[in-house]
Nanobody, 124 residues
């Protein structure tokens, strides 16, 4: 069992930045990949960014490429999502998820472990 804890959401204006954090208290992310998803009201949960813990490979949704950066800190056992140039359409609940499958997946239904979510609201 992997418990994930997100933090860092909030209310910002368009063009501002936020950094989200995802931690797994008491255990390591070794051999997992960690993914950020988001879900806006009335919409399906969608893939945002993914990082493989061991190698640090990263993948992004086209909608956030060049604006968002996913990273990891081994010492802190934490994954970050740096979000710059935020837009109103980035407004959503952001979730981090982890899985240990051999092949990475962008499909939220494939993930076993989830955080509680953190709200990001971007005003125009």
């Amino acid at each position: 069992q992997v418990q994930l804890v997100e933090s860092g959401g909030g209310l910002v204006q368009a063009g501002d930045s936020l950094r989200l954090s995802c931690a797994a208290p008491g255990r390591t992310f070794n051999n997992y990949y960690i993914t950020w998803f988001r879900q806006a009201p009335g919409k399906e949960r969608e893939f945002v960014a993914l990082i493989t813990w061991n190698v640090g490979s990263t993948y992004y949704a086209d909608s956030v490429k060049g604006r968002f950066t996913i990273s990891r800190d081994h010492a802190a056992n934490t994954v970050y999502l740096q979000m710059n140039s935020l837009k109103p359409e980035d407004t959503a609940v952001y979730y981090c998820a982890a899985d240990g499958a051999q092949l990475v997946t962008y499909k939220w239904r494939d993930y076993d472990y989830w955080g509680q979510g953190t709200q990001v609201t971007v005003s125009s």
